[in-house]
T-cell receptor, first 112, second 116 residues
């Protein structure tokens, strides 16, 4: 049962344009959401998070949007840079249970 | 500052052999600890998580087990490895919190396990 889904396995964007990565979840008990970036053979690194009490959180070029009614979140990267090329995972947690569940990942390729 | 150590970085084991991967965390107490596996073409699958010593939650039925003998130590084990156990294993920790608290998880560098 995949509770966190990233339906796009890959995304290609030109440098300078916006990258939009999407994530859907099924468990309404999730109340905290995170995005991670991962390079091959390395552990994921944290990018940005959002609590269910908010609908937007911004950190530099990264903005996460949360639509609780649709159980959907997205990560916007503006402007995209070639160094952003990596696999991006969304993750969700019920902070009461501390169980952190990841999506299947989206491979982002930013071309010069 | 908090750090997480995971070893070994790579491991090649024959089918039927035992497995022990170790993860330790420094600089924090009572962390939540996680084991994930990233198999080829798949996402990060949660295998086990622990909110305290001796408290292990298993997410998927499998050939693996986990133990937490100390507060900041998390061990992933198998008595007999299968070919399907090959993958990239990641240990992570997070602190308690919610709302606007920082509950991000921090990952080790991972172990590439190849079962031959």
């Amino acid at each position: 049962d995949q509770q966190v889904k990233q339906n796009s396995p890959s995304l290609s964007v030109q440098e300078g344009r916006i990258s939009i990565l999407n994530c859907d979840y099924t468990n309404s008990m999730f109340d905290y959401f995170l995005w991670y970036k991962k390079y091959p053979a390395e552990g994921p690194t944290f990018l940005i998070s959002i609590s269910s009490i908010k609908d937007k959180n911004e950190d530099g070029r990264f903005t996460v949007f949360l639509n609780k009614s649709a159980k959907h979140l997205s990560l916007h990267i503006v402007p995209s840079q070639p160094g952003d090329s990596a696999v991006y995972f969304c993750a969700a947690m019920n902070t009461g249970f501390q169980k952190l569940v990841f999506g299947t990942g989206t491979r982002l390729l930013v071309s010069p | 500052s908090q750090t997480i150590h995971q070893w070994p970085a790579t491991l090649v084991q024959p089918v039927g052999s035992p497995l022990s991967l170790e993860c330790t965390v420094e600089g924090t107490s009572n962390p939540n600890l996680y084991w994930y596996r990233q198999a080829a073409g798949r996402g990060l699958q949660l295998l086990f998580y622990s909110v305290g010593i001796g408290q292990i939650s298993s997410e998927v039925p499998q050939n693996l087990s986990a133990s937490r003998p100390q507060d900041r130590q998390f061990i992933l084990s198998s008595k007999k490895l299968l070919l399907s156990d090959s993958g990239f294993y990641l240990c992570a920790w997070s602190g308690l919190g919610g709302g606007d608290s920082n509950t991000e998880a921090f990952f080790g560098q991972g172990t590439r396990l190849t079962v031959v």
